[in-house]
Antibody
Framework: EVQLVESGGGLVQPGGSLRLSCAASGFTFNKYNMNWARQAPGKGLEWVSK????????FYAESVKGRFTISRDNAKNSLYLQMTGLRVDDTAVYYC?????????????WGQGTLVTVSP | QSVLTQPPSASGTPGQRVTISCSGSSSNIGSNGVIWYQQLPGTAPKLLIY???QRPSGVPDRFSGSKSGTSASLAISGLQSEDEADYYC???????????FGSGTKVTVL
């Protein structure tokens, strides 16, 4: 069974930093691209970032480019999101998500999420 | 403002058929498979439909998807009370180089 467990969320002041982690199990982690997505309170889903299985390629939403960095450690089956320069509008539940290929990229499994609150 | 356009709400009585539309462009829906997620209150999204009309194992065949050009739709037939949830369409966007989502449709069972 695929399991994705996020951690590292919490309350941080504007301008602060936070590092999220995602522990993956139940599948061969190093064969899958991985993503972060988020959902602000009462709002819809927003994709944040993607990293390839080999860590050679990463992509970011314009809203976080230059502030967030995605990384992974395939030896530890873990995905990370380093967040700096946090803003109030970064407040959201952050989801770790596995991607598969079905003819086009498809996020097929999501973690339960970790809440990040940015507030003075 | 979401890249993909969905109606904010839809409703029906038990047993009815409900359809949700999702409109995009040539760089997203027109180029890639459409994905649908179901999000029950307080839970993470769950994959409902992939590649326009494929159901993962365990998803009831009451759920079906279709795509034509730059638009897609999700149909729920034989609506049940447990289908009350938010539904999101999504796909990869070749121009934005990222996933794009619809704003979500809240389905209410009357």
């Amino acid at each position: 069974e695929v399991q994705l467990v996020e951690s590292g969320g919490g309350l941080v002041q504007p301008g602060g930093s936070l590092r999220l982690s995602c522990a993956a199990s139940g599948f061969t982690f190093n064969k899958y691209n991985m993503n972060w997505a988020r959902q602000a309170p009462g709002k819809g889903l927003e994709w944040v970032s993607k990293i390839s299985s080999t860590t050679r390629t990463s992509f970011y939403a314009e809203s976080v480019k230059g502030r967030f960095t995605i990384s992974r450690d395939n030896a530890k089956n873990s995905l990370y999101l380093q967040m700096t320069g946090l803003r109030v509008d970064d407040t959201a539940v952050y989801y770790c998500a596995r991607e598969t290929w079905t003819g086009s990229p498809t996020i097929d499994h999501w973690g339960q999420g970790t809440l990040v609150t940015v507030s003075p | 403002q979401s890249v993909l356009t969905q109606p904010p709400s839809a409703s029906g009585t038990p047993g009815q058929r409900v359809t949700i539309s999702c409109s995009g462009s040539s760089s997203n829906i027109g180029s890639n498979g459409v994905i649908w997620y179901q999000q029950l209150p307080g839970t993470a999204p769950k994959l409902l439909i992939y590649t326009n009309n494929q159901r993962p194992s365990g998803v009831p065949d009451r759920f079906s998807g279709s795509k034509s050009g730059t638009s897609a739709s999700l149909a729920i037939s034989g609506l049940q009370s447990e289908d009350e949830a938010d539904y999101y369409c999504a796909t990869w966007d070749d121009s934005l180089i990222g996933y794009v989502f619809g704003s979500g449709t809240k389905v209410t069972v009357l």
